[in-house]
T-cell receptor, first 115, second 114 residues
Framework: AQSVTQLGSHVSVSEGALVLLRCNYSSSVPPYLFWYVQYPNQGLQLLLKYTTGATLVKGINGFEAEFKKSETSFHLTKPSAHMSDAAEYFCAVVSSSGGSYIPTFGRGTSLIVHP | ETGVTQSPTHLIKTRGQQVTLRCSSQSGHNTVSWYQQALGQGPQFIFQYYREEENGRGNFPPRFSGLQFPNYSSELNVNALELDDSALYLC?????????????FGSGTRLTVV
């Protein structure tokens, strides 16, 4: 079984401040990990993913995330928040189940950016 | 390349009715997954289709069913609608079932059951 926990349903930062969105996962097998962003009334857009290899992953819009196996974490960061980053962010873990790759999403974190 | 398109964008149905939602996958993608996203929640996996066969199913009752066509487009059918079925239904396509490719999502169909 796999699960995802996103700490904090809402995160509020000032424009230009560091963004840190937390994601912890549980998985019985090596996981694939994803971050998606969702703007109002839209579908999900892939920000970045970890499959294998380098544990620090860079994505679009200046976001990056680091896979830490010992901490079972995949936190999302951005050095300087922009107003356009305000959106809902979802962490997802995918692992194999009988040949199928079933994704599990966290409940999401709403990022609020203040001027 | 075209993205994932879903139709209709909004739909209102009465409890007990049946509904069909449609999805056209991104060009070159042969796998389609469907998700239910209730208000304030993350997407919940309904099922996945790979080359016209169901290839994985989440914890949803049999009244949720689907199809994938030879052109890899897909339908989600829900029978005997319940009020709790009100949600945003998302379709996502990918290249093969391997999750390391990531998924391309459509903008969703907002279903309201009254």
């Amino acid at each position: 079984a796999q699960s995802v926990t996103q700490l904090g349903s809402h995160v509020s930062v000032s424009e230009g401040a560091l963004v840190l969105l937390r994601c912890n996962y549980s998985s019985s097998v090596p996981p694939y990990l994803f971050w998606y962003v969702q703007y109002p009334n839209q579908g999900l857009q892939l920000l970045l993913k970890y499959t294998t290899g380098a544990t620090l992953v860079k994505g679009i819009n200046g976001f990056e995330a680091e896979f830490k196996k010992s901490e079972t974490s995949f936190h999302l960061t951005k050095p300087s928040a922009h107003m356009s980053d305000a959106a809902e962010y979802f962490c997802a873990v995918v692992s194999s189940s009988g040949g199928s790759y079933i994704p599990t999403f966290g409940r999401g974190t709403s990022l609020i950016v203040h001027p | 390349e075209t993205g994932v398109t879903q139709s209709p964008t909004h739909l209102i149905k009465t409890r007990g009715q049946q509904v069909t939602l449609r999805c056209s996958s991104q060009s070159g993608h042969n796998t389609v997954s469907w998700y239910q996203q209730a208000l304030g929640q993350g997407p919940q996996f309904i099922f996945q289709y790979y080359r016209e066969e169901e290839n994985g199913r989440g914890n949803f009752p049999p009244r949720f069913s689907g199809l994938q066509f030879p052109n890899y487009s897909s339908e989600l059918n829900v029978n005997a609608l319940e009020l709790d079925d009100s949600a945003l239904y998302l379709c996502a396509s990918s290249l093969n079932t391997g999750s390391h490719y990531g998924y391309t999502f459509g903008s969703g169909t907002r279903l309201t059951v009254v």
